[in-house]
């Protein structure tokens, strides 16, 4: 099992910007992918940004130049800088753990709020 906690969600005004962590624990293992996914209200859940430990990122088109998705291996935590907010950015934000082998967990959300 992966336990996952994420912290900086809130809300911000649109133009403003929030960073997201999210700290893994437990069985972690050293070939790993994180990430962030949203959804937001009546929507599913789509990909904002993956990053893999081996540094490779991979980033929605949403969140192409506006977001930016970095990782400390050593503290197993995941950062989302989230700079540029729209009101369309406005959803509840996962964290997500990819074993590869061993499936995949997530986190409990933090919400974003950007108002216009």
């Known amino acids: 099992q992966v336990q996952l906690v994420e912290s900086g969600g809130g809300l911000v005004q649109a133009g403003g910007s929030l960073r997201l962590s999210c700290a893994a624990s437990g069985s972690i293992r050293s070939n790993n992918a994180m990430g962030w996914y949203r959804q937001a209200p009546g929507k599913q859940r789509e990909l904002v940004a993956t990053?893999?430990?081996?540094?490779?990122?991979n980033y929605a088109d949403s969140a192409k130049g506006r977001f930016t998705i970095s990782r400390d291996n050593a503290k197993n935590t995941v950062y989302l800088q989230m700079n540029s907010l729209k009101p369309e950015d406005t959803a509840v934000y996962y964290c997500?753990?990819?074993?590869?082998?061993?499936?995949?967990?997530w986190g409990q959300g933090t919400q974003v709020t950007v108002s216009s």
């Open positions: 997500h753990y990819n074993t590869y082998v061993r499936g995949s967990f």
């Open positions: 990053s893999t430990s081996g540094g490779i990122t």
